[in-house]
């Protein structure tokens, strides 16, 4: 993931309306829209306000009380979503079915809960469906269930939390060198399923090999953005990168996916649980709760961080389109 000294510098490049208009119709040419002018005219002022919408509720999440803390976590990141949709749909909201959040919780048991064991389920429509599949070609199918347990745990800056409580870590460290992520396992079992997983992915991506020692290499073809480096992730609190230690069906989900599912979740329990949310937060009575306290700390500083990513991202991609073509 490419750094830069706070989580918003990226961001606040885009504090030009002129600077986002020419922003957004790159985007739309190398992407073929045939009006990109008419486009980028249309929707750089939308751009600049869910920018601006999402820093105001994140700015005043680190500013408010934990009780509301997650549904201004929550409502910021769908703003700067919006934001970086509009660089791949132009035509968002196209219908009023996408306007909904696109996740649904179960219905909460007064006793005996555990937010750890909770879980989302996906809708065919909404903002969740949306963004994965226009964003990052995530497709998910209807019906299929989310644990926040299983979210966690691919959150980096949540591994000594789990090491603490539950014994063992998450994440294998990794070794950046020049671009290549050196990975020594301790468990030649989590290689070897690292190993299988890695041969089936595309190659143009990631290639990996094993080297002399033992250790897992991987080479990384360009900036490593986060899109590119998965199952790869960047701890924001160490400045470093680490392997999730086991395969999983979330190894290759964007960490905003998992933001988004998390606090859609932590934010409907702080509007419409407020019993069990107060009690958490008053009495803390089971391991739920430093979890969820590091995990809204970390997304403080860590959306912001991956939006400025995505955004950057897709600059390199517009960047790269205009080498191609003036290359023609």
Known sequence: MTKHHTSWDYITNFQSASHSQKFL?????????????????????????YLEHGKLYIDQAEQ?????????????????????????????PSTTAILSHGLSSRKRKKRNY??????????????????????????????????MGDLFKHIPELDESFTFIRGESSFIPVKNQGGELLIHFH?????????????????????????????????????????????????LFRDEYCLP?????????????????LLYNLSMIARYE?????????????????LIT???????????????DYLNYISFLNIEEQHKTSGN
């Open 245 to 261: 230690r086991a395969v999983s069906n979330n190894s290759h989900l964007p960490e905003l996916i998992i933001y988004y599912a």
């Open 64 to 92: 408010s009380s934990i009780f509301i803390k997650p549904v201004l976590l929550f409502y910021g990141l769908i703003n700067l979503i919006k934001a970086c949709i509009l660089t791949v749909d132009p035509s968002y």
């Open 114 to 147: 555990f937010f750890f064991q909770d879980e989302v389920k996906i809708q065919k429509h909404g903002l969740f469906s949306h963004f994965s599949s226009y964003m990052f070609h995530v497709k998910h199918l209807e019906g299929n269930r989310m644990m």
């Open 294 to 308: 590091k995990f809204l700390a970390a997304a403080e500083e860590k959306i912001p961080l991956l939006i400025g």
């Open 274 to 290: 407020t019993e069990w949310w107060g009690e958490l937060i008053k009495l803390t009575p089971n391991q739920d709760y430093p």
């Open 187 to 235: 468990d030649s079992s989590n290689k070897d399923e690292w190993l299988k997983h890695l041969s089936i992915l595309d190659k143009k991506q990631i290639v990996h090999k094993e080297t002399e020692n033992g250790a897992l290499a991987l080479t990384i073809h360009g900036p490593m953005f986060e899109s590119k480096i998965l199952p790869v992730r960047y701890h």
């Open 25 to 49: 119709r790159k985007c739309y040419l190398r992407n073929d829209f045939t009006d990109h002018k008419m486009l980028s005219y249309k929707n750089s002022d939308s751009f600049l306000a």
